[in-house]
Nanobody, 122 residues
Framework: QVQLVESGGGLVQAGGSLRLSCAAS????????MGWFRRFPGKEREFVAA????????NYADSVKGRFTISRDNAKNTMYLQMNSLKPEDTAVYYC???????????????WGPGTQVTVSS
């Protein structure tokens, strides 16, 4: 199993940008398709974006299409989420996990990292 740690969150004004990172330990990171998820207060985690292990194919939730960009660097065992044109409704804790496929985007690991808080002020 891969251990995952998210970072890069913070407080930003609406319209601003943030770049999140997901650092993975273990040698098998490159063998997994990976995804970003977020959790709003009092709600279940929801899918945000996913990237194939090849680093080319991607999938996005409709709510972030055109604003967020997912990428990965397998040499650095790291995945990124570039978030532009942020909105107050993007405020959530963001998590990463491996996914079974970029289309289904179901998380694989039962154990989640600590997440990183993103707060967008209006």
């Amino acid at each position: 199993q891969v251990q995952l740690v998210e970072s890069g969150g913070g407080l930003v004004q609406a319209g601003g940008s943030l770049r999140l990172s997901c650092a993975a330990s273990g040698r098998t990171f490159s063998g997994y398709s990976m995804g970003w998820f977020r959790r709003f207060p009092g709600k279940e985690r929801e899918f945000v974006a996913a990237i194939h292990r090849n680093g080319v194919s991607t999938n996005y939730a409709d709510s972030v299409k055109g604003r967020f960009t997912i990428s990965r660097d397998n040499a650095k065992n790291t995945m990124y989420l570039q978030m532009n044109s942020l909105k107050p409704e993007d405020t959530a804790v963001y998590y990463c996990n491996a996914v079974n496929s970029i289309s289904l985007s179901n998380p694989i690991f039962d154990s989640w990292g600590p997440g990183t808080q993103v707060t967008v002020s209006s």
